[in-house]
Structure formats: C-alpha cells, structure tokens
C-alpha cells in the first residue's frame, strides 16, 4: 500500500492560515471518512489533531480543521503560531482494513 | 495516568529476532485495539500491525507480513509484537497507540529503538 501524497513543506506567517493536502485513492481516502491528522515534534510521539475527516478530539485547538473531497483530504490552520511548527501526517482507513500514513508535510512558521 | 510504555527495543543482526512489550496503565488494555506504528530514523510514520481488543482479529502491513506477530495477553495488560527476519529496512523506533477512533490513535508510547545492523 503506497503511502498517502502529501507536500514536503509548507511555511506560513503568524496570523496566516495554511492548507495542505492528502492524497490517495478510493480505497483508501476517497472510499471512506476515516482520515485523521498527526501533530508531531522532534523527538515526540504524535499528536492526534482531527479523526474522521473533520472531527476534533477534546483539548485540540478549534484552529485546527479538517475536510475532504474525492480522494484529497485536506488539513487547515488558522492563525498560525510559533507552536504550530512541526510535522504533519494524515492516515487513512484502507479496503484491506489496513492503514495507511502519508508521506508528512512539515509547516514552517516563518 | 494513562499511558503506553514500550520495551524491548535494541540492535540485532540481520536475520535476528527481537520482541517488543507495550504496557498499558491506567486503563485496561483489553477495551482497545492497540496498533503498532514505526518511525526510521528521519523518516516519516509507517503503520506496522493492529490487534482487535478481544485479539479475535489481526492485520499487517505488507512490509511485515509473515514476519512480524502481534498478540496480546490482557491479564497482563500487555501486548506484544514478535518481529523475526529482522532486515536494515526495519531499523526504527516502534510506537505503540490506543485506537480512539478508526485511524486515530489518542495515547501514544514514548517509542522504543530498534537496529537492525551487522
């Protein structure tokens, strides 16, 4: 199962509100509304930020927001903060009941 | 407390075996399906195994499939992945996660480290 397609790198300002995406395929993204997102640190175990595509866990910013359409599963970030620097991963649910990670999108808070 | 404590990383030959422990507190173990995710070194997330919470199901990734086990022993409250044919490619750390929702993983291990090298 090759990994989901997500951007190397995406950088914003503080204040600013950044997009980026998850791409895969219909058996994984596009066939069900299992996508959720990492938060991860250096040196630090991830950070579940959104489950079920748009689902945000308790204590979780309400900066933070997810959507999809078709096979493309995307995270936002409002108001950008020094904190927010880190690395991104999206997952999927798969038709083999496997899952799958994307390739990791790593924000810049210029 | 809740958490995940991994155990039983460390550096093993080509070809060797290793078995890694998670152990949970401050929650019982047997109401999850726990899963297995892997990191190498400055690489990004892999998702290795996951085991139903009654351990009645099973499921792999392609990349471990016939070599690694992952099971389970609720009166312990630990589970276990068996990793044998150990190859380079299997260097990393190894995180255990506790299923909150399909795909999201709410308590996380702090990882333990596994090298494969001769």
């Known amino acids: 199962q090759p990994a989901l397609t997500q951007p190397a790198s995406v950088s914003g300002s503080p204040g600013q509100s950044i997009t980026f995406s998850c791409t895969g395929t219909s058996s994984d993204v596009g066939g069900y509304n299992y996508v959720s997102w990492y938060q991860q640190h250096p040196g630090k175990a991830p950070k579940l930020m959104i489950y079920d595509v748009s689902s945000r866990p308790s204590g979780v910013s309400n900066r933070f927001s997810g959507s999809k359409s078709g096979n493309t599963a995307s995270l936002t970030i409002s108001g950008l903060q020094a904190e927010d620097e880190a690395d991104y991963y999206c997952i999927s649910y798969t038709s083999g009941s496997t899952y799958v990670f994307g390739t990791g999108t790593t924000v810049t808070v210029l | 407390h809740v958490q995940l404590v991994e155990s039983g990383g460390g550096v093993v030959q080509p070809g060797g075996s290793l078995r890694l422990s998670c152990a949970a507190s401050?929650?019982?173990?047997?109401?999850?399906?726990i899963h297995w995710v892997r990191q190498a070194p400055g690489k990004g997330l892999e998702w290795v195994a996951f085991?139903?919470?009654?351990?009645?199901?099973?499921y792999y990734a392609d990349s471990v499939k016939g070599r690694f086990t992952i099971s389970r022993d609720n009166s312990k409250n630990t589970l276990y992945l068996q990793m044998n044919s150990l190859r380079a490619e299997d260097t990393a750390v190894y995180f255990c996660?506790?299923?909150?929702?399909?795909?999201?993983?709410?308590?996380w291990g702090q990882g333990t480290m596994v090298t494969v090298s001769s």
């Open positions: 085991i139903r919470y009654d351990g009645s199901n099973k």
């Open positions: 401050g929650f019982t173990l047997s109401d999850y399906d």
């Open positions: 996660a506790k299923r909150y929702y399909v795909g999201a993983f709410d308590i």
